[in-house]
């Protein structure tokens, strides 16, 4: 498979994609979220693979939706076209944790892949935004839903009604990114991260990261029944079997994944 406007790598269990259109400061199209897209099908159907990152440049981890290509949208080429959202959701779908490593910009379309993602990691250089209003439009691709979710009402208003930047600092203590890192250390701390997840039990990853996404789509009730009854499915894999055995016999595990 080749692929113009990213990077598709491997690094052990870890599946890679750095964001590449340098000129555009990553800004997304069709075309880059469709090669998303597919790098995720791949990785997704890869065994060896356990958790994916996405990353883009020091300078920025994408700009937004590709203004220029917008410009002169009617609402028809919009609306039928569907326009960088008709394969957007993929992120979202994919089972496999998928991590953001962002450094410098992080905008519009750009905030908005990295809020879909599992987690973010930050370089301390990393701005977040929704500057849309600035361009006469609105965030289109989740930005006013997920974003009141990750840092409240008052700061989700705030970035989309004055098109202000939250650096890294902020967008930690606000619960938008897990961590900040120094800029030259981003890649090899979400690296470090991802290998960490994908050293478990890859069945027991998949079943975390559809439970806590479960939290956000139903009452605390049935979401604490949801978790009941994948906790007890758990004890149907053998890998439950090696980690408990392995605590006991004070050894490291060797999951199957
Ligand atoms: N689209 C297209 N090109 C871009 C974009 C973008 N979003 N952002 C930057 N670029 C280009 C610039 O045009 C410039 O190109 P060139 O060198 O050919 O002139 C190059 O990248 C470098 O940019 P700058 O010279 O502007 O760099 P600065 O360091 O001066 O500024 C900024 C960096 C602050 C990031 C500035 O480029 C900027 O404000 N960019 C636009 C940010 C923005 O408004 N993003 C939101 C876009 S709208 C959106 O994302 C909606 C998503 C909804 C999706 C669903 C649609 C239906």
Redesign the pocket.
């Known amino acids: 498979m080749s692929y113009e406007l990213i990077l598709v790598e491997t690094r052990g269990r870890v599946g890679m994609i750095t964001l590449n259109r340098p000129?555009?400061?990553n800004?997304?199209n069709d075309n880059l979220v469709d090669e998303i897209g597919k790098a995720l099908d791949g990785f997704e159907a890869d065994e060896n693979i356990g958790a994916i990152l996405i990353t883009g440049s020091e300078?920025?981890f994408a700009?937004?939706?590709?203004?220029?290509?917008?410009a002169t949208f009617s609402y028809m080429d919009?609306y039928k076209g569907?326009?960088?959202?008709r394969n957007?959701e993929r992120v979202k779908t994919c089972r496999k944790p998928v991590i953001a490593a962002v450094a410098g910009?992080a905008?519009?379309?750009?905030c908005?892949l990295a809020m879909m993602c599992d987690i973010i990691i930050a370089a301390d250089t990393a701005k977040f935004?929704?500057?849309?209003i600035?361009?006469g439009?609105l965030?289109?691709?989740g930005?006013t839903q997920r974003l009141p979710r990750a840092v409240g009402k008052a700061k989700a208003m705030d970035m989309c009604l004055t098109a202000r930047f939250m650096d890294a600092v902020e967008a930690e203590r606000a619960g938008l990114v897990s961590r900040v890192v120094p800029a030259d250390k981003l890649v090899d701390e979400a690296l470090g991260a991802a290998e960490a997840i994908a050293s478990y039990s890859l069945p027991v990853v998949m079943m975390i990261k559809e439970s806590i996404n479960r939290s956000f789509e139903s009452s605390l009730n049935e979401g604490l029944l949801f978790e009941r009854r994948v906790f007890h499915s758990a004890f149907a894999l053998k890998d439950q079997k090696e980690g408990m055995a392995a605590f006991v016999e004070k050894r490291k595990p060797s999951f199957d994944h």
């Open positions: 000129k555009a400061l800004a997304l300078k920025a700009a937004g939706a590709d203004i220029g290509a917008m919009a569907d326009y960088i959202t957007w910009f905008l519009g379309g750009g908005e935004g929704q500057p849309e600035k361009l439009i965030p289109g691709a930005g």
